[in-house]
């Protein structure tokens, strides 16, 4: 069900390009917006979006869910993400499988979860939750990380795998995520990949990191590297998805230019077209 979606290639739609968007009308087959900055919907952003939304399809991604946490879940929050979605008609609804605070505190910050049968069973139970009240799936984003806890003892690829099965959800594949942790932690790319539900994948991300030697951190404030492009090519063989974008969050060039990147995950993809095999 999740790869029946057809939406093509997309941006995530950032202030600086709005007036470009607006007059240019770039080739695009849809903007995914920030969640959390339009749940008020009101406010100059608000307007121009209603602009954007007349001529392309929109995803929302949040960062406020806190899928992970032992926390009670913020009903008010998911409310006003159900009101959102229904206003902007969005195709999908997606978050991060991560945690962003406990006991009241918000850390504003996406922690990675302890991947333990426990915690599973907390996560596949609140993901259940948020969708039974927002009426649809939702689609959550793998992380990246910088640290394991010593109690983890469920490979990530395999934790995400169970949890998009047990809890009938999507994956968003964010494949700068999988090279960072890979590489932080050592792990096999392959091997992720491969774990992967394919058939859950509703769309991926293609983002930019910071390479410090000994670690690589998550930053989408550059370019898609060479390694991640090389790791998109293989991402394309193991899920038929073919609803991609670019992510930018820092650094914001201009809209020409982040297109050129749009344009090179689809030639890639139109290459890859055939291609695809578990």
Known sequence: MYNTLSLG?????????????????PKLGWFEILSDNYLN??????????????????VMHGVSLSIGSTDPLDLDYIAKLKALAETTQAKIVSDHICFTGVHGINTHDLLPL?????????TVVRIREVQQRLERKIVLENPSTYLEYSDSFIPEWEFIGRMAEEADCGLLLDVNNIYVSCFNHGW??????????????????????????THIVDTHDAPVQDPVWKLYEKALKFTPCRNIMIERDDHIPALSELMQEVERAEAI???????FAL
């Open 41 to 58: 919907q009101k406010g100059l952003a608000w307007e121009m979006l209603q602009e954007v939304r007349k001529h392309y399809p929109l």
């Open 269 to 275: 993809a139109d290459r890859k077209k055939y291609a």
């Open 114 to 122: 302890p991947y333990t049968e426990e915690s599973l069973r907390n």
């Open 188 to 213: 096999d790319p392959t091997t992720y990949l491969k774990a992967i539900p394919a058939d859950r994948v509703a769309y991926m991300h293609l983002a930019g990191h910071s390479n410090h030697d």
């Open 9 to 25: 290639f997309g941006l995530g739609l950032r202030p600086a390009h709005l007036d470009d968007i607006l007059k240019l009308r």
